[in-house]
């Protein structure tokens, strides 16, 4: 599967029944890599991030023919895979506590999944960002990672463009203070 | 920032490995999707099949019992009522006066 196609193309062979199939491996060759890293940003684990890739491949599968286009095809699938990231991570939290509760036992993964020394920077980098409130985190991740504009990322989280500057601006502040801070330990 | 900090994650899975991953989930996603299609296909025609027996059979219960009903109002007519309520040598008078009483052209 080397040809890539546009959007649209996906789009229109995902209505079709006979060639939906075949739109629905354009889409996960084009997207799959991308979205498993958006994914596992948010989830850390490996096994969670193959779970809720395969979860949110299946919405994509089922729920194409509700997808408008009002929206980017890129960020009507990012929105899919950050809720269903989201909703596995709510899944790990008792009654009325917070996903941020859960950025503690998240950093502790993060060690055991990783072969790189504790003060590596790339190991420094998704301890400070698991420092963050989730959404913040998840904000900062589009925009730092996959370098997505600030426009795309609001049509994902729902968030004002102002605000998601305003978030960006504090996390780099908080990042470079925790790296500032662990870097030499 | 962006140029001091890495922007790869700390893993060991490479662009191989993910790939794998993304092609696996996919597979399955199909086999999923085409797994709940033949399953919501045999519903359907289950259902199908049930709504027809069931109609039928209510269908036909009602034609039989549109039939008894033909019966008895067929066995109950007001004449055969009156004959049956008549002691039998008045019915044969009664009879024999209609068959008298046709004239012969």
Not at chain 1, 89 to 117: A, K, V
Not at chain 2, 29 to 53: D, E, F, G, P, R
Not at chain 2, 66 to 81: A, F, G, H, V, Y
Not at chain 2, 95 to 105: A, G, K, L
């Amino acid at each position: 599967m080397d040809i890539i196609a546009d959007d649209k193309t996906i789009v229109q062979m995902l209505i079709k029944p006979d060639l939906r199939e075949t739109g629905f491996k354009m889409l996960t060759h084009k997207y799959g890599q991308r979205l498993y890293w958006h994914i596992r940003r948010i989830v850390v684990s490996h096994n969670d991030a193959e779970d809720v890739l395969q979860n949110t491949f299946i919405k994509i599968f089922s729920n194409i023919s509700t997808f408008r286009g009002d929206c980017e095809l890129l960020s009507w699938i990012y929105k899919i895979a950050t809720n269903e990231a989201l909703h596995l991570l709510r899944s790990h939290t008792r009654f009325f506590q917070s996903i941020d509760t859960l950025n503690y036992s998240l950093s502790e993964q993060l060690i055991t999944e990783t072969d790189l020394p504790p003060n590596a920077p790339e190991v420094l980098l998704q301890q400070a960002l698991l420092k963050l409130p989730t959404q913040q985190r998840i904000a900062f991740n589009m925009r730092y990672f996959d370098n997505l504009p600030y426009e795309q990322i609001a049509e994902i989280t729902g968030k004002n463009i102002g605000t998601l500057k305003t978030n960006y601006h504090y996390a780099v502040e908080k990042i470079a203070t925790y790296i500032t801070e662990n870097s030499a330990l | 920032m962006n140029s001091e900090l890495p922007h790869n994650m700390p893993y060991r899975d490479d662009d191989e490995y993910v790939s794998r991953i993304v092609e696996q989930c996919t597979q399955q996603t199909l086999q999923k999707q085409y797994n709940y299609t033949h399953s919501k296909q045999k519903w359907v025609i289950a259902a199908s099949i049930v709504s027809i027996v069931g109609c039928s059979a209510v269908a036909l219960s009602i034609l039989f019992q549109r039939l008894d009903n033909i019966k008895e109002m067929t066995q109950d007519s007001p004449l055969d009522t009156f004959l049956a309520e008549l002691p039998d040598n008045e019915t044969s008078m009664l009879t024999d006066y209609y068959i008298d009483d046709i004239p012969e052209y």
